[in-house]
């Protein structure tokens, strides 16, 4: 179990009064949760796994444009030399 309690929690500067996700670094990991619901559930991530996610949000794989069309074969493009 992940002690939450030292998390420093960011906020995106671009989230809404509609809320948004805080992101914070615990140890060696990441969790992630809703800022309307700071009691509620938390997402806990590996740094590898933040730093793929990282990527493919940068890539633009989660546009909307994107996640609406079928799913086809997973195409990476290179990252060496890319700062995350």
């Known amino acids: 179990m992940v002690d939450l309690s030292r998390a420093a929690w960011r906020k995106s500067t671009r989230s809404s009064t509609n809320g948004c996700v805080e992101v914070g ?3 060696d990991q990441i969790a992630v949760r809703d800022s309307k619901d700071r009691e509620g559930p938390v997402l806990i ?7 793929a996610f990282l990527g493919g949000a940068q890539d ?3 546009e909307l444009r994107r996640l609406q069309q079928p799913a086809g074969p997973v195409v990476r493009t290179p990252t060496a030399g890319r700062r995350l």
Request: charged residues 30%.
């Open 25 to 27: 670094l615990v140890d």
């Open 60 to 62: 633009g794989e989660f």
């Open 45 to 51: 991530f590996t740094a590898h796994e933040w730093e």
